[in-house]
């Protein structure tokens, strides 16, 4: 089951308040030759960042063909993409002005060895900036994490789960710390989401987190998984309409 930039873009809305926040945070008025968007998916993002932007020329990274079809390539002069995994990248070793993913370095694994990693790719005097999912904290993450460690679903996907990377906010500063960044702003925000039906719950996980396990289930699989899985979300949420506290973290530095 590869991604599917529709589904993703179902839940646009909500998935774009945070980037704009996470903008916020970058000083345009520091000298920012060159710029990389970490996990860009469909690269609409990265062109915002583009335009807003002008003098940084700008580079579009995803693993994902599916969701960089639909990328702009023309769409900017100081815009390009290109399919990459963040693990390349960091073998490759190009120095960059600017750091930035929305929403992208929770699929990466062993945090504390990457964050690391990345931030030795900042140039002097370059800005860090990053959002991720706090998936440990958010509830339907957490419901589809102990249904795949449940038999027997367990047994169908090998004993695989995909826990959470995403460390404490104490143990990113403290990278961010060793690693030369100054003027660090560390912030949880909270993103409700609010549904008339469990339905919306399901769909906007199913256009992230819920593909992984997808993928290594038979047809038969999947529909057992996906009814126990919407049966769990509607036991978690018993009143319609409900709201969800989708809890985010944003991390900002400079070298």
Same mark, same amino acid.
């Given at each position: 089951m590869?991604?599917?930039?529709?589904?993703?873009?179902?839940?646009?809305?909500?998935?774009?308040q945070?980037?704009?926040?996470?903008?916020?945070?970058?000083?345009?008025?520091?000298?920012?030759v060159?710029?990389i968007?970490?996990?860009?998916?469909?690269?609409?993002?990265?062109?915002?960042?583009?335009?807003?932007l002008?003098?940084?020329?700008?580079?579009?990274i995803?693993?994902?063909?599916?969701?960089?079809?639909?990328?702009?390539?023309?769409?900017?002069?100081?815009?390009?993409?290109?399919?990459?995994?963040?693990?390349?990248?960091?073998?490759a070793?190009?120095k960059?002005?600017?750091?930035?993913?929305?929403? &992208?370095? #929770?699929?990466?694994?062993?945090? &504390?060895?990457?964050?690391?990693q990345?931030?030795?790719?900042?140039?002097?005097?370059? #800005?860090?900036?990053?959002?991720?999912?706090m998936?440990?904290?958010n509830?339907?993450? #957490?419901?589809?994490?102990?249904?795949?460690d449940?038999?027997p679903?367990?047994?169908f996907?090998?004993?695989?789960?995909r826990?959470?990377?995403?460390?404490?906010a #104490?143990?990113?500063?403290?990278?961010?710390?060793?690693?030369?960044?100054?003027?660090?702003?560390?912030?949880?925000?909270?993103?409700?989401i609010?549904?008339e039906q469990?339905?919306?719950?399901?769909?906007?996980?199913?256009g992230?987190?819920?593909?992984?396990?997808?993928?290594?289930?038979?047809?038969?699989q999947?529909?057992?998984?996906?009814?126990?899985?919407?049966?769990?979300?509607?036991?978690?949420?018993?009143k319609?309409?409900?709201?969800?506290?989708?809890?985010?973290?944003?991390?900002?530095?400079?070298?």
């Amino acid at each position: 089951m590869p991604w599917n930039p529709n589904l993703y873009n179902d839940f646009k809305d909500i998935r774009y308040q945070p980037f704009y926040d996470l903008l916020s945070f970058i000083d345009p008025h520091q000298p920012l030759v060159n710029g990389i968007d970490l996990g860009c998916g469909t690269g609409e993002q990265t062109a915002i960042l583009a335009e807003r932007l002008p003098n940084t020329v700008w580079l579009g990274i995803d693993s994902s063909v599916e969701m960089l079809a639909d990328a702009p390539v023309d769409a900017l002069a100081n815009l390009r993409f290109r399919q990459q995994t963040i693990e390349d990248l960091i073998s490759a070793g190009e120095k960059w002005d600017l750091l930035f993913s929305n929403a &992208a370095l #929770q699929w990466t694994d062993d945090h &504390a060895n990457l964050f690391p990693q990345l931030l030795g790719l900042l140039n002097p005097g370059g #800005q860090f900036a990053v959002q991720m999912p706090m998936q440990t904290e958010n509830k339907l993450n #957490q419901i589809l994490f102990d249904l795949a460690d449940e038999e027997p679903f367990r047994a169908f996907l090998n004993g695989w789960n995909r826990g959470s990377s995403v460390l404490s906010a #104490q143990e990113y500063a403290e990278l961010m710390f060793e690693a030369g960044l100054v003027n660090l702003r560390i912030e949880q925000r909270i993103y409700p989401i609010i549904a008339e039906q469990h339905e919306t719950f399901f769909k906007f996980i199913a256009g992230s987190a819920l593909i992984p396990y997808m993928e290594r289930l038979d047809t038969t699989q999947q529909e057992m998984f996906v009814g126990q899985f919407k049966k769990r979300i509607a036991e978690a949420f018993p009143k319609l309409p409900a709201i969800y506290a989708f809890k985010r973290l944003f991390l900002f530095g400079v070298k």
